[in-house]
């Protein structure tokens, strides 16, 4: 997928599986992907169903597969811009993806979601601002996950979340070999 200009949906692309369908070497790059909620709605305006659910995100692999990449995308209005969320606990996982040289922005939660059952996902060189938080990753239940050499501004900050945050982690829940390494996050 490269060079799409994705706007106004709730999932600007998505690698969806319920079973163990794979999504192998796919590359998508230079794309801009944009969402259009309401920038006066609050949090739990976002995680309601009325008008519409705008618990949106760029770009999701939910399917398993190896060697696929995200790079020079450009993610905003999103309320996760970047995740994986293989909820599947039995193989075949996510494995070998690589998400670099993204610009990520206007998040109105993470702008980049690590979540379940992966492998040897690698993230890094990324420009990340205007953002709640850089990196959420729970659970973690595999890994390993690299975060590094991103470049990150956290400054968004609302009564519902409190201040930006570089990363996130959700009390209680396992984080098993998740990395991070040379990141400017302030």
Same mark, same amino acid.
């Given at each position: 997928?490269?060079?799409?200009?994705?706007?106004?949906?709730?999932?600007?692309?998505?690698?969806? +599986?319920?079973?163990?369908?794979?999504?192998?070497?796919?590359?998508? *790059?230079?794309?801009?992907?944009?969402?259009?909620?309401?920038?006066?709605?609050?949090?739990?305006?976002?995680? +309601?169903?009325?008008? &519409? &659910?705008?618990?949106?995100?760029?770009?999701?692999?939910?399917?398993?597969?190896?060697?696929?990449?995200?790079?020079?995308?450009?993610?905003?209005?999103?309320?996760?811009?970047?995740?994986?969320?293989?909820?599947?606990?039995?193989?075949?996982?996510?494995?070998?993806?690589?998400?670099?040289?993204?610009?990520?922005?206007?998040?109105? +939660?993470?702008?980049?979601?690590?979540? *379940?059952?992966?492998?040897?996902? *690698?993230?890094?060189?990324?420009?990340?601002?205007?953002?709640?938080?850089?990196?959420?990753?729970? =659970?973690?239940?595999?890994?390993?996950?690299?975060?590094?050499?991103?470049?990150?501004?956290?400054? &968004?900050?609302?009564?519902?979340?409190?201040?930006?945050?570089?990363?996130?982690?959700?009390?209680?829940? =396992?984080?098993?070999?998740?990395?991070?390494?040379?990141?400017?996050?302030?």
């Amino acid at each position: 997928i490269d060079g799409c200009t994705i706007r106004f949906g709730q999932r600007g692309i998505w690698f969806k +599986s319920n079973g163990s369908d794979v999504c192998n070497d796919n590359i998508i *790059e230079n794309c801009t992907l944009r969402d259009n909620y309401e920038s006066t709605w609050t949090f739990t305006d976002i995680k +309601s169903i009325t008008p &519409k &659910k705008m618990d949106g995100l760029g770009i999701i692999q939910a399917s398993p597969g190896t060697g696929n990449i995200f790079r020079y995308n450009d993610c905003s209005g999103f309320y996760h811009q970047i995740a994986w969320q293989r909820t599947q606990s039995a193989a075949p996982y996510v494995d070998g993806t690589l998400c670099y040289g993204n610009t990520i922005h206007d998040s109105r +939660s993470d702008a980049i979601s690590t979540e *379940e059952y992966f492998e040897n996902l *690698e993230i890094f060189d990324n420009y990340i601002y205007d953002v709640h938080v850089a990196f959420a990753f729970t =659970p973690v239940r595999l890994g390993p996950v690299y975060f590094y050499r991103n470049r990150c501004v956290c400054d &968004k900050s609302t009564t519902e979340t409190g201040d930006g945050r570089g990363t996130q982690r959700s009390s209680g829940d =396992p984080v098993d070999q998740v990395y991070i390494y040379h990141n400017t996050i302030f």
